[in-house]
Structure formats: C-alpha cells, structure tokens
C-alpha cells in the first residue's frame, strides 16, 4: 500500500453515510470537559467571588478583620475603595476594601483588645 491508497480510503470513510455521527462524537468529549471545568473550577469560584462581594458590603466601623496579608485590626473608617483599619494604639492604616479577607476569628480581637489595654499576656 502506498501512502496514496491510504489517503484515498480515509477520504472514502469519512464521507461515508454517518459522517455527522462523527463529528457529534468529536464535539462530545469537548462539550463534557467544559462542563466539568464548569462545575469544578468557574462555578465555585463565581459562588466565592459573589459571597466576598457580599461581606465587604456588610462591612461597618467596629468589625474586628484580617486583611489578605495577615493583618488583624479593628475598622475605623470605611470609604468607597479604602478602608482605615486601627492595628494598634494610634496606629491606623488604609487598605484597599478588597483586600480584607475577613472577620477576625475572636481569640485575635482578644489580642487587639490586650494590646490597647496594654496587656502583653506574658
């Protein structure tokens, strides 16, 4: 056989009667891995985004977070984007609101407030 008889009989088979067949089964495993990508990796991703979203609009002076760097504080002022947070005594710094990750769990706003009293625990 030489390379142009095979060329010939795979032209031969794919226009053959059921060549749409073909091409479903082509489309399908496409079709299937965007469905797991769907539901593995952008659906949850989208419910996180939308939950964060949520939380920094529920934001108020007083909260007790932590910013994405590790940063505990107690929010003193709150504008569009920035968010002024009290790290310590007379120390505040601004950070961009989307940067906050969360509420800070209570043994750290224990510590924020052993910090203003002066109490160091040791």
Same mark, same amino acid.
């Given at each position: 056989?030489?390379?142009?008889?095979?060329? /010939?009989?795979?032209?031969?088979?794919?226009?053959?009667?059921g060549g749409t067949g073909s091409l479903v089964s082509m489309l399908l495993p496409i079709v299937i891995?965007?469905?797991?990508?769907?539901?593995?990796?952008?659906?949850?991703?989208?419910?996180?985004?939308?939950?964060?979203? @949520?939380?920094?609009? =529920?934001?108020?002076?007083?909260?007790?977070?932590?910013t994405a760097s590790g940063i505990y504080g107690r929010i003193t002022g709150i504008a569009d984007n920035?968010?002024?947070? @009290?790290?310590? @005594?007379?120390?505040?710094?601004?950070? @961009?609101?989307?940067?906050?990750?969360? /509420?800070?769990?209570?043994?750290?706003?224990?510590?924020?407030?052993?910090?203003?009293?002066? =109490?160091?625990?040791?």
């Amino acid at each position: 056989m030489n390379i142009n008889t095979i060329a /010939y009989s795979a032209v031969q088979t794919a226009g053959q009667p059921g060549g749409t067949g073909s091409l479903v089964s082509m489309l399908l495993p496409i079709v299937i891995i965007f469905l797991v990508f769907y539901l593995l990796l952008i659906r949850p991703q989208s419910k996180k985004l939308k939950k964060h979203q @949520e939380f920094l609009s =529920n934001l108020k002076k007083g909260d007790d977070v932590i910013t994405a760097s590790g940063i505990y504080g107690r929010i003193t002022g709150i504008a569009d984007n920035a968010i002024t947070i @009290e790290i310590s @005594e007379g120390v505040k710094i601004k950070v @961009e609101k989307s940067y906050i990750a969360g /509420y800070a769990a209570t043994t750290s706003a224990t510590a924020i407030d052993k910090n203003k009293t002066g =109490n160091t625990g040791s």
